[in-house]
């Protein structure tokens, strides 16, 4: 009986240390494959380190480098710390990478677009200092320009009114030789002047003949003649003299007819003066007699009249005659 159970229990036996070799054989394959993994792994989490260490000093090598580069200029400084800004965000983009299964690589590929991205925005700043210290340059020379400028416009101002100065200064000398011309030059006319006397009125009557018949009653009076005698003046080098005869009838008005040779002469006030008539005399610093006639076809008014006579400008001599 005791045979018979042991011969039954060794095939048994046999079987199960067979599974129990089995078993122990896949669990030692397990634990190698279980190795490999946890080396593999582990090599990767240490690239990874390896990897976001140097993703740190790139960050922080561009920050620091781009932070040197700030300055007074806040347009300069906006633009760096916009930079900065954009890097920030690339380097947790690639730190999300760096620790999701798989995207090592491309965490790589991100790093050198992060390390491209920090040189190019290190190039717009260098550029962008270039461009503001030629620009301060330009400034400065524009500055010291506008310097000269203000100098020489303060300068010319200066001038300026030295010259109005100096032109106000001459008007008004030029103003008094002027004048001073013109009181002598008023002297000089003044003794010029070739005064006349023993001014005579005389009435005529014109014949049909032609002849003449003195008359006083001036119902009969065709032609007034008024005669004068020359004063020598021998300040006067002209050999002609004009003269100007005025009568003013008995009412206080000008006798004038201009197509008779009445005309307006400019005394020496600048006053406008009517002439009843004129006439040029060979002068040549005698005593002359002269006589200026005036016959208008008109009827002569009885009355005093005055007569006045005008050399340069000047009254020559005046007197009257009455007509009954």
């Known amino acids: 009986m005791t045979n018979s159970n042991q011969k039954k229990s060794v095939p048994f036996l046999v079987t199960a240390l067979l599974v129990l070799l089995g078993i122990s054989g896949y669990l030692a394959f397990d ?139 001459l008007e008004v000398y030029n103003k008094k030789l002027s004048k001073e011309r013109d009181f002598l030059s008023n002297k000089v006319n003044i003794a010029s002047v070739v005064k006349v006397n023993n001014l005579i009125g005389t009435g005529y009557k014109v014949n049909k003949n032609g002849d003449l018949a003195q008359r006083k009653y001036a119902k009969y009076v065709d032609r007034v003649s008024v005669c004068f005698t020359t004063e020598a003046n021998l300040v006067t080098d002209q050999e002609e003299e004009e003269f100007y005869l005025r009568i003013i009838d008995p009412l206080g008005e000008t006798m004038v007819i201009e197509d008779l040779g009445s005309g307006i002469l400019i005394n020496a006030d600048g006053e406008s003066i009517r002439y009843t008539n004129s006439g040029t005399i060979d002068y040549s610093n005698a005593v002359r007699q002269v006589c200026l006639d005036w016959e208008p076809s008109l009827r002569f008014s009885k009355g005093i009249y005055e007569v006045e006579v005008y050399n340069k400008g000047f009254k020559a001599g005046s007197g009257s005659f009455r007509l009954k």
């Open 31 to 169: 634990r190698s494959q279980l190795a490999d993994s946890n080396s593999q792994y582990k090599t990767m989490v240490e690239e990874a380190q390896s990897v976001s260490q140097d993703l740190q000093l790139s960050y922080e090598d561009v920050s620091e480098r781009l932070d040197e580069m700030k300055s007074d200029n806040t347009e300069l400084n906006a633009l760096i710390e916009e930079q900065k800004g954009q890097l920030s965000k690339q380097k947790e983009k690639i730190s999300g990478l760096l620790w999701t299964k798989g995207k090592l690589n491309e965490a790589k590929k991100e790093i050198a677009a992060l390390e491209e991205m920090g040189a190019k925005y290190l190039s717009e700043v260098m550029q962008l200092k270039e461009e503001n210290a030629l620009l301060a340059e330009a400034n400065s020379t524009l500055t010291v320009e506008k310097e000269v400028l203000t100098q020489r416009v303060a300068r010319t101002s200066e001038e300026n009114e030295e010259l109005i100065a100096k032109k106000v200064e």
